[in-house]
């Protein structure tokens, strides 16, 4: 085993790091504020793709009750219905 040692450059070999020009702090700061916020909270990220996945569902069964309108197999009215539920109206 290889006793590290610390420094300057230290850190240098570490896939997780970066080196930036300190007039660009502030914004790494924020980045990495960031970064930790949405590691200790990922259920918020988690509900964001799960509303868009849910939003892309409803527009797809619009969709596809369009088409069955255009058949003449469901009504006006049942298109309007299915439709106002499936956007929550």
């Known amino acids: 085993t290889q006793k590290q040692g610390g420094g300057l450059f230290a850190g240098t070999n570490n896939d997780n790091r970066f080196t930036f020009h300190n007039k660009f702090l502030p914004d790494m700061v924020k980045i990495n504020d960031y970064i930790h916020e ?52």
Not at 40 to 48: A, F, G, R
Not at 59 to 72: A, P
């Open 38 to 89: 949405k590691i200790s909270n990922p259920t918020q990220t988690q509900n964001t793709t799960t509303t868009q996945s849910q939003d892309n569902n409803a527009i797809e069964q619009i969709k596809q009750l369009k088409q069955l309108l255009d058949e003449g197999i469901i009504t006006q009215e049942e298109f309007d219905a299915k439709k106002k539920q499936l956007l929550g109206l």
